[in-house]
Nanobody
Framework: QVLLVESGGGLVQAGGSLRLSCAAS????????MGWFRQAPGKEREFVAA????????YYVDSVKGRFTISRDNARNTVYLQMDSLKSEDTAVYYC??????????????????WGQGTQVTVSA
């Protein structure tokens, strides 16, 4: 079992930055692919970014490329999402998720095995 706890959300003006963190419990964190998803009101949960266990593969949804950066620190059991140049359309609840498939990246939520509770990101115009 892996427990994921997100932090770092908040209210920011358009063009600003936030860094989300996701702290994981358990000794197997370093073997998981980690992903970030988001869900805006009335919309389906959307893939944002993911990183394999060793950071060798990273993937972003097109809408955040060049603005968001995913990274991980396996010694700290933490994955990060640095969000720059934020736009109002980035407003959503952001979730981190863990996928036990060690070396692959999935962009579909159903492939992820563990989820955090989410953190709200609100970008004002």
């Amino acid at each position: 079992q892996v427990l994921l706890v997100e932090s770092g959300g908040g209210l920011v003006q358009a063009g600003g930055s936030l860094r989300l963190s996701c702290a994981a419990s358990g000794r197997t964190f370093s073997s998981y692919t980690m992903g970030w998803f988001r869900q805006a009101p009335g919309k389906e949960r959307e893939f944002v970014a993911a990183i394999t266990w060793n950071g060798a593969s990273i993937y972003y949804v097109d809408s955040v490329k060049g603005r968001f950066t995913i990274s991980r620190d396996n010694a700290r059991n933490t994955v990060y999402l640095q969000m720059d140049s934020l736009k109002s359309e980035d407003t959503a609840v952001y979730y981190c998720a863990a996928d036990r498939s060690r070396g692959t990246i999935a962009t579909t939520a159903l492939y992820y095995d563990y989820w955090g509770q989410g953190t709200q990101v609100t970008v004002s115009a």
